[in-house]
């Protein structure tokens, strides 16, 4: 019996590992879909991975989580320089209004796991049924 139980556990675990990393593959896709784009970079960027327990979704430009988090207002310190026509300008700050998240990578997992998460709860409550009635 605690063989079966063992085989069980582990069998059950690389399932649900599997199914995550297929849901985390389709996550990829979508957010792909709705990355924001000016210059295609932090599309570009976009990497799907499978870990030994999951998987994960990463964008490598360094301005992805202000993209992903968004940025909340803030003041920007602006260096001193000569603009084309000669004319130096003097270092200054100035007002940066906030800029509200995208979530673009946020909204793909939570899309691509509720309908996992449900599928995975009825089929979970089905097997605890006939154990019971057994």
């Given at each position: 019996m605690e063989f079966m139980n063992n085989t069980f556990k582990t069998?059950?675990?690389?399932?649900?590992?599997?199914a995550i990393q297929e849901k985390v593959k389709d996550a990829f896709d979508r957010s792909q879909g709705v990355v924001?784009?000016?210059t295609g970079k932090l599309k570009k960027s976009?990497?799907?991975s499978e870990l030994p327990n999951g998987a994960?979704?990463?964008?490598?430009m360094e301005y992805a989580s202000f993209v992903e988090r968004g940025v909340p207002a803030h003041y920007e310190q602006v260096e001193s320089y000569y603009r084309k026509s000669g004319v130096f300008v003097k270092a200054f700050s100035r007002s940066m209004p906030a800029q509200p998240p995208k979530e673009y990578i946020k909204k793909s997992i939570k899309a691509s796991f509720e309908r996992f998460s449900s599928a995975f709860n009825s089929s979970l409550s089905g097997k605890f049924k006939s154990v019971v009635q057994k």
């Open positions: 069998n059950t675990r690389e399932a649900l590992i599997k924001p784009v000016e976009g990497k799907e994960r979704i990463f964008y490598g």
